[in-house]
């Protein structure tokens, strides 16, 4: 079983910088797909990046976050990091860690359906 830990998330003002760790329980994440999600009430789970366990480069980003959030990983700890920059009020939500059961090219990487183990949501939320 896929046990993934989110944490680092909190309240920012606008323009300001969180970053997000997600440390996976086993180490079976190589070659498959882990994103970052984000959720508000009522919402559907929103695709934010992506990245194939093992690589050094992101797969996937979202076009509301293309050049303000980074997507990367480390391997030896198992773990991996949303770097989020310029952040605005709109990008308040619970942030969620999920592995694919397959590589990101093989899924539809923004796609919540697609994924198989999620963890427990951090809050992030970003005041004006």
């Known amino acids: 079983k896929v046990e993934l830990v989110e944490s680092g998330g909190g309240s920012v003002q606008a323009g300001g910088s969180l970053r997000l760790s997600c440390e996976a329980s086993?180490?079976?994440?190589?070659?498959?797909?882990m994103a970052w999600f984000r959720q508000n009430a009522g919402k559907e789970r929103e695709g934010v990046a992506a990245i194939v366990g093992g690589s050094s480069s992101a797969y996937y980003y979202s076009d509301s976050v293309k050049d303000r959030f980074s997507i990367s990983q480390d391997n030896a700890k198992k773990t991996i990091y949303l770097q989020m920059n310029s952040l605005k009020s709109e990008d308040s939500a619970v942030y969620y860690c999920?592995?694919?059961?397959?590589?990101?090219?093989?899924?539809?990487?923004?796609?919540?359906?697609?994924?198989?183990?999620w963890g427990q949501g951090t809050q992030v939320t970003v005041s004006s």
């Open positions: 086993t180490f079976a994440y190589s070659q498959y797909c």
């Open positions: 999920a592995r694919a059961p397959r590589p990101c090219w093989e899924i539809r990487a923004g796609s919540s359906v697609d994924y198989q183990y």
